[in-house]
């Protein structure tokens, strides 16, 4: 906790941007009637059933001190796939930084070893070396800002009827367009002095 705690107190810095990354998953869902659009005095009408089109999974990274965020979408959440947004995201989004330094939940499929288990040696080490990872403790993906983007994607995006996987690209695409627009930065202000009190209960208790 305090490990991931020094990290958000360190200042911006572009050689080093800090990012968090979390993942959610999404059930796409198509109407089997067409809903009736909202009228004066009338609101909208959505049939209670519909047909269920799989599960999509979503990984999302935001730098909060940029206020800069990525939501890719993919079809499941294997290593390999959780390896391949990590390349997206050295190549692609960060590709001049020193080293990315990542906070993310200590799940089986966040290890550098994915990296080894999707790409040659060479490969798998040139990227493992752009990046400083960060694991929250067990118990403790609230430590994870990026949790704070997914709520919001959830309650701006996601909280409705999406029918299939081109629609949610779009539609995620659309809200990871308008949040960067507004560089919503996240200002957090939870430090290891405040764990230190207020979470006294998780320390040990040593007796001299």
Known sequence: MEE??????????????????????????GETRVPIPAAPGRVARVDYEYERHGVRNLFLFVEPLAGRRHVQVTERRTKRDWARAIRDLVEVHYPHATRIVLVLDNLNTHVGAALYDTFPPAEARRLLERLELHDTPKHGSWLNMAEIELSALSRQCLDRRIPDHDTLVQEVAAWERARNDRHSTITWRF???DARIKLTHLYPSIKE
């Open 4 to 29: 991931v705690l020094d990290v958000y107190e360190r200042p911006y810095d572009p050689r080093f941007p800090q990012v968090c990354m979390d993942e959610t998953s999404k059930q796409l869902v």
């Open 191 to 193: 430090t290891t002095a």
